[in-house]
C-alpha cells in the first residue's frame, strides 16, 4: 500500500518560517522528480515547487521564489521544503506528491498528473 506523509505544518505569524517534511511508505522518490502542491479553501490544488532527481534542479511558483526552498534526500526517501517570510496567502494544507517522470515537466504544477495524495499538513498564517 502506497501512502505519502507531510508533516511540519502548524500556526506562525506573518514573517515567519516553518519546514515541512513529506516521506512515504510503499513509494520510493529515488529517480522521480518530486512536487508541493498546496491548496487554499476555496481554490484549486496547485504546485509551489519541483526537484528534479537530476543535479537536484528547482522550480518554483512566482508567489514563493525566494522564499521557499525544497530539497529532498532519496536515502532517506524524504522532500522538505523549507518556508520563510511566510505571509498570510500562504495559508493553505500543503502535499507532496511524486512525479510520473524525472524531471520537472512543463506541467508539474497540474495536480491532474499525480494520483497518489496524503492526508497534507495544514499550514496557517496569521497577519
Known amino acids: 500500500q502506497t501512502q505519502l506523509m507531510e508533516s511540519g505544518g502548524g500556526l506562525v505569524q506573518s514573517g515567519g518560517s516553518l519546514r515541512l517534511s513529506c516521506t512515504a511508505a510503499g513509494m520510493r522518490f529515488e529517480g522521480y522528480a518530486m512536487v508541493w502542491f498546496r491548496q487554499a479553501p476555496g481554490k484549486a490544488r496547485l504546485g509551489v515547487s519541483c526537484?528534479?532527481?537530476?543535479?537536484?534542479?528547482?522550480v518554483y511558483v512566482d508567489s514563493v521564489k525566494g522564499r521557499f526552498t525544497t530539497s529532498r534526500d532519496d536515502a532517506k526517501n524524504t522532500l522538505t521544503l523549507q518556508m520563510t517570510s511566510l505571509k498570510p496567502e500562504d495559508t493553505a494544507m500543503y502535499y507532496c506528491a511524486r512525479a510520473p517522470v524525472s524531471f520537472c515537466s512543463g506541467t508539474w504544477f497540474h495536480e491532474a498528473d499525480y494520483t497518489n495524495w496524503g492526508q497534507g499538513t495544514q499550514v496557517t498564517v496569521s497577519s
Open positions: 526537484i528534479s532527481t537530476h543535479n537536484g534542479y528547482t
